[in-house]
Structure formats: structure tokens, C-alpha cells
């Protein structure tokens, strides 16, 4: 069971490099869920900096936030809502999808320098 | 309907994909069906301990406690895993030219059998909550509300039946490779896992990213193909892979083979000063 010595050495360790990371912008970006659709289902944000994403979900039903780009996945309860962070991110797109209903799909495009629109 | 089911596969895959390895890893070692069983049912239950929390609004476990529990959770089944591979280099090596005398030989010492349960079930309760949320969702959804549980139900069959493929298929492989074979799959697991692990952690914004997407191969090879999803299960593949999940994938995947190496040498030692002594 040296494994189980050796994890929280790994982890206290990217912690420690943790510290050194882009502070996360803590405004965040608010991505909405209502009538099975994402508003906005692309958004603009900027590149290179870690960013505070909630995702609100209107909905009764609960939905998975899922980004296979991102590796994200988070369940965001009916009416309820989570908070994530993503990034920081290379310019580019990045696709995300309800997991529970893959008809759900959206896009963030990361630019350098963009402001952010909400 | 059809697309009910394609998405309860996919929730009962991974879990079906684990339990199978794991089964095929733990061939010959007693009592090994009473506790993956054992896990299966805990799992289950867990499973809808998760659900029913992640879906309280105001829970503070919507958010960080569930990125957190799946990053723990998924830490010690690889904790776990690496103890059955551990201990199976330093065990079944010397039997490993008949399965069945494991059985017979390793009644006594401490044999891996809590890590068998364990892992079955951190996969059942993880995937499991994800299939009971879903389920649960498409149930209270109104029209049509039969005929995608229905779905949902034809999806869990086809997920268990891919698991018992790969089980059937594991036993296909002729017995003396059969255990380097299985260490090898349950070593690659484990770095997934921990892999995945580690994103969860970056979620909440415990660890650093390390950079977003070392490289791309979504356009050769998607994660969202059934290929790409299998991949990822088992062997961890990723598209578009952050530096934390990569750190996570390599750390993991040389200190269990460092692990494996130290015990099976030590192993091999103390059997052949057992054939030689003096």
C-alpha cells in the first residue's frame, strides 16, 4: 500500500505548483439551461486565463454539463445550479454537450484578449 | 427511444468494462464472486445516495462535492488497483501456469479480495448515479416517458452484455499469458483513472491545468466514437488531454509498474532460495 503514501505527496505537490497558477478571474460567466436549450450556446471568452463558469440550469429535469475538449463533467441539478472552472485555455474551439440529452450542444471559441460578455 | 438507450449504454459501459477486467483479473481466487457481488450491491446503493444528493439544489455537494467525491472515489479504486497488481506479482506469478491451483494456494495471507469489492464498487456507484439521475429525468419528463425507459432499459442490457463480451474474451487467452495480460489492463485502467481524477480536481480548481490540450486527436481518433469511449475506459485514452491528466496518466502508470517490479523480484528471490537453499 505504498500507493496510498504516495498520492497525497502527488497532490500536496500540484498544490503547491497550484499556487504559482493565474488567479481565476472570480466574476464568472453564467451559461443558462431553459427549455433543454443552452443560452448562450456560443461564447466568447478569453484564452489564457483560468475562468469561474456557472451553469444554471431553469430546467426541472437535471442535466450533465460535459465537454469531452475541456474535461469537464458535472451534473447541474433541476432548478439548481453548479460552479466550475475551466481553462486557461488555447485559442480555439471548444464543444460542450448535455449528457443527458446530446441534442444539447454548444461551443466556446477562446480568444486572446476578448472580453468577457457576461 | 433509440437515443435513451444509446446514452444509458454509454453511463453502464464503463462500469460493465471494470467489473469484466476485474473479474478476469481475480479468475481463480476464491470467494472472488461473493465480494465483487457484495460491491455490485453497495455500488448500487451508493449510486442512489449520489443521485438523490446531486439533485438537492441548495446541496453544497452540487459543484465541488461531487467533483470531489468522484476524484476520490476514483483515487482509491486506483489505490486499490494497485494493490491487486501488486499483490498478484508477488503471488500468482509462480502459479500463473494453472489457474486453478491460485484457488487452492492462496487461502491463506492476505489476498486482494476487499480491493475487488472496492473497485466494483467506486464503478457501479459513479456511472451508476449518472444512469439513476438520467433515468430518473427521462421517467418525469412527460410523452413519450415509457418508451425511453424502455430505452433506458434496452441500454443497461447492452452495456452489461459488452461487459460479459470482454469477460468471455479475457478467457479466450491462453492461460500462461493470461495474467500479464490482465496486470497490463488493470495497469492502464489505473493510469485512466487517475487521469480522470486528476480533471475532476482541475474542475474545482484544486490543482492547475498544466496546460489545455497538450495535443489534439479528436479528428483521428473522437471521444465521442464508441471507439474513443472504449479507449478511454479502458486504457485511458484522451483527445485532447490537459498537463495535470497527462502528470496523473505517466505518475500513475510508473509507480504501479515500479510496484509490480520491486514485489515480483523480491518474489522470484524468495523462490528460488526456497529451490536452493544454502
Not at chain 1, 466574476?27 to 483560468?50: C, H, M, W, Y
Not at chain 2, 453497495?42 to 476524484?71: D, K, P, R, T
Not at chain 2, 466494483?120 to 451508476?128: C, D, K, Q
Amino acid at each position: 500500500m505504498r500507493l496510498s503514501l504516495l498520492l497525497p505527496v502527488f497532490l500536496a505537490g500540484a498544490l503547491v505548483v497550484n499556487g504559482f497558477a493565474l488567479a481565476a478571474d472570480e466574476a464568472p460567466t453564467v451559461l443558462t439551461i431553459r427549455d433543454s436549450k443552452f443560452e448562450p450556446n456560443q461564447l466568447t471568452l478569453p484564452s489564457g486565463v483560468k475562468l469561474k463558469l456557472v451553469i444554471r440550469n431553469l430546467d426541472v429535469i437535471p442535466a450533465e454539463f460535459e465537454s469531452y475538449d475541456l474535461s469537464r463533467e458535472v451534473i447541474v441539478p433541476g432548478h439548481g445550479e453548479t460552479t466550475i472552472y475551466i481553462g486557461p485555455m488555447d485559442p480555439g474551439s471548444y464543444q460542450f454537450f448535455n449528457d443527458f440529452n446530446h441534442e444539447m450542444q454548444g461551443s466556446i471559441a477562446a480568444k486572446p484578449g476578448v472580453k468577457k460578455e457576461n | 427511444m433509440l437515443a435513451t438507450a444509446i446514452i444509458m449504454f454509454r453511463e453502464v459501459l464503463e462500469a460493465a468494462l471494470i467489473i469484466a477486467i476485474v473479474l478476469g483479473a481475480s479468475r481463480g481466487i476464491a470467494g472472488r464472486g461473493r465480494w465483487i457481488a457484495g460491491g455490485i450491491a453497495l455500488g448500487l446503493i451508493g449510486a442512489s445516495v449520489v443521485a438523490i444528493l446531486a439533485n438537492v439544489a441548495s446541496s453544497e455537494f452540487s459543484g465541488n462535492g461531487q467533483a470531489i467525491l468522484n476524484a476520490v472515489i476514483l483515487l482509491s479504486a486506483v489505490a486499490m488497483l494497485t494493490w491487486h497488481n501488486v499483490w498478484m506479482s508477488s503471488n500468482a506469478r509462480q502459479f500463473s501456469t494453472d489457474v486453478k491451483e491460485i484457488g487452492s494456494a492462496v487461502q491463506s495471507g492476505q489476498r486482494p479480495l476487499a480491493a475487488l469489492m472496492v473497485i466494483t464498487l467506486v464503478a457501479v456507484m459513479r456511472e451508476g448515479s449518472e444512469a439513476v439521475l438520467f433515468l430518473w429525468a427521462i421517467a418525469t419528463s412527460g410523452e413519450q416517458s415509457l418508451n425511453m425507459v424502455l430505452g433506458g432499459f434496452g441500454g443497461l442490457v447492452a452495456g452489461i452484455i459488452a461487459g460479459l463480451l470482454l469477460y468471455l474474451g479475457l478467457l479466450r487467452i491462453p492461460v500462461r499469458h493470461f495474467f500479464s495480460v490482465t496486470s497490463w489492463l488493470i495497469l492502464l485502467l489505473a493510469a485512466g483513472l487517475a487521469a480522470q481524477a486528476a480533471a475532476f480536481l482541475n474542475q474545482v480548481g484544486v490543482l492547475p491545468a498544466l496546460g489545455n490540450g497538450l495535443w489534439n486527436t479528436s479528428n483521428i481518433l473522437s471521444q465521442s466514437s464508441l471507439l474513443g469511449q472504449m479507449l478511454h475506459i479502458l486504457v485511458g485514452y484522451i483527445a485532447r488531454p490537459s498537463g495535470i491528466e497527462v502528470v496523473f496518466y505517466v505518475g500513475t502508470f510508473l509507480t504501479i509498474l515500479t510496484l509490480m517490479r520491486i514485489s515480483g523480484k523480491k518474489r522470484s528471490e524468495q523462490v528460488k532460495a526456497a529451490e536452493n537453499p544454502g
